[in-house]
């Protein structure tokens, strides 16, 4: 029989009302309809409707009955677990604009690694700047690493958008202004103007930019850039060794110069524990050679939890690309050795030095370097290292030599670095001298002003006294026979008559001056007077009374 709508749709004639659909044709019909209405896939519907199909016969005998009925009551069951999951499948409606979507975390670009140069922040701003830039992306996909340094590409920047190129030239004006700030600080700090400068060294500080021109970003910025990225990537391997061995070198050192300060008894015992921390040191498991078959199966099996035995090169490259760019970078390339380090070194232990782990690294890094990575590029593609995996020195490889089997100086190098060391010692010794020699004379210059600083407020305060104190005038030296002078002023006016007559003391007349002509002192001198006038003898010819 064939089964109508009203059996395979949960509310049909409700769906039929909403959707507006007439009559179904058939069962097929019906179907598709309920699918794209209720969202019920049609494997689903079609079991349905073969449930509902079974006929239905008529019963005879006890026998007969009793299979019809388990069948029946089966087939119910069924129908019951089938409409269940018909519940389920029904799609709820959900506002999407209310759920958080996932982030396409496969969209995000890998980060940068920092490349340990002073301008690396600068380097990866430029770089993902000219990446915004199509034309010059496309170039800088399809440029190998040998055309790069010969400056092929720094031509391309002629051809970069002018929205880039203003970008490029705020970028450079920062850094310049930076850079420059930076290097004034460092004179401040190395002396001023008292020493001299190294303008060489300084000068080195702006190779990556033109700095004759500071303010736009040109084609030469570019290429300075490259080349001396280029070359201070080639030479930081180089500076980091450099410091190890004088790392080393300085270890020993203050080892020996320690060792001179002890009496004979703790020489010795400090000899055995020297001794026995080296040999605790070197007891560890065989290390892999690095970038060998044996060291990535290794780490297949125990960092990744793999079967060696199903070791897939190209599946363990893609496996520890972590940021997923198809190439092995110098720091994804160290941390494939971590598990070989750890058999050599631990933190917890006194004999480890992790400062040598460290090195070890690095040693590890450049050998597998320069096996497998072809064009110099310091990266390792895929097809490097598949093409690596195929070689003898890959599958059959030497031992390897661990730093305390290689002696990381010479004994040339240590009496020069211990000749350095002594004159730096005597230069730092001389300076102090002349060090204290200027403290004392700064110390006895202090003085000096101290006391004049005393002096000069002792006689501020003088002074300050006299002009708020009443100073009284000297007394005056009385001479017998003269007359006692009396204050003028208002307070003492003079007394009416003639005046007294005051005696002179002996000798008084030789000591005065003889009289000049015409003058009332002269004897000659005749007074003369006008009419009427009454004359008045002088004070000299009156006697005494």
């Keep these: ?40 896939p ?24 009793k299979m019809s009925c388990s069948r029946v009551f089966h087939t119910s069951c069924l129908a019951l677990l089938v409409q269940l999951l018909c519940l389920e499948a029904v799609p709820i409606s959900v506002d999407k604009t209310k759920v958080n979507q996932p982030e396409d975390k496969a969209s995000e670009p890998p980060p940068s690694v920092d490349t340990g140069l002073h301008y690396d922040r600068y380097l990866r701003e430029v770089i993902d700047f ?23 590409l720094a031509k391309e920047l002629d051809f970069v958008s002018h ?16 850079l420059r700030t930076l290097i004034k600080a460092k004179q401040d700090i190395e002396g001023g103007n008292d020493m001299a400068v190294d303008h060489q060294a300084l000068l080195k500080q702006f190779e990556y930019l033109n700095h004759m021109n500071p303010h736009t970003f040109e084609v030469e910025d570019l290429d300075r850039l490259i080349k001396s990225a280029t070359n201070d990537l080639e030479n930081y391997d180089k500076e980091r060794h450099e410091e190890f061995k004088k790392y080393e070198m300085m270890k020993d050192h203050e080892r020996s110069e320690h060792l001179k300060t002890l009496d004979d008894e703790g020489r010795k015992k400090e000899e055995e524990h020297y ?18 078959q044996n060291q990535f199966k290794e780490l297949w099996e125990e960092a990744d939890g793999l079967d060696p035995e199903d070791f897939d090169p190209k599946t363990f490259f893609k496996l ?24 050599i070194y631990d933190p917890t232990n006194e004999e480890d030095d992790m400062v040598e782990m460290e090195e070890e690294r690095l040693r590890m890094r450049e050998h597998v370097m320069n096996e497998v990575d072809t064009n110099k590029d310091r990266l390792v593609s895929l097809e490097e290292f598949l093409i690596a995996t ?11 030599e661990t730093l305390e089997q290689n002696q990381a100086y010479t004994d040339e190098e240590m009496r020069e670095f211990e000749e350095h060391l002594a004159q730096q010692e005597e230069d730092l010794n001389q300076k102090a001298s002349e060090l204290q020699k200027q ?82 002192q002269h004897p000659g001198f005749v007074p003369t007077t006008s009419p009427g006038s009454a004359t008045r003898p002088s004070c000299s010819a009156i006697g005494p009374t």
């Design 439 to 520: 403290r004392d004379e700064l110390e006895r210059q202090q003085e000096q002003l101290n006391t004049q600083k005393v002096e000069l407020q002792q006689a501020v305060e003088h002074m300050e006294r006299l002009k708020t104190q009443k100073v009284e005038p000297p007394p005056e030296v009385h001479v017998e026979g003269n007359a006692i002078p009396e204050p003028q002023g208002e307070n003492h006016p003079l007394s009416p008559g003639p005046p007294r007559y005051v005696p002179k003391p002996p000798g008084y007349e030789a000591r005065q001056p003889p009289p000049e002509p015409n003058t009332p």
């Design 42 to 65: 049609k494997e689903v519907l079609d079991a349905r409707i073969w449930l509902m199909e079974i006929p239905w016969r008529p019963i005879d005998g006890d026998s007969d009955q």
């Design 1 to 40: 029989m064939l089964l109508s709508l009203e059996s395979c749709s949960l509310e049909p004639q409700a769906a039929l009302g909403r959707g507006g659909i007439g009559e179904c044709k058939d069962v097929t019909d019906a179907r598709s309809w309920e699918t794209e209405v209720t969202g019920v």
């Design 163 to 178: 929205h880039v190129r203003t970008q490029l030239d705020e970028l450079k004006r920062q850094e310049v202004s930076r």
């Design 320 to 343: 520890h690309d972590s940021n997923g760019d198809g190439f092995f970078d110098e720091q994804e390339l160290e941390a494939l050795f971590t598990k070989e380090l750890e058999k």
């Design 390 to 400: 195929k070689k003898k020195e890959f599958l059959e490889p030497d031992s390897w």
């Design 130 to 152: 000219l990446e915004k830039d199509q034309h010059f992306r496309e170039k800088l996909h399809n440029t190998d690493m040998e055309d790069i340094k010969m400056g092929k």
């Design 275 to 292: 001794e026995e921390m080296k040999k605790k040191h070197a007891d560890h498991p065989k290390v892999n050679h690095p970038g060998s």
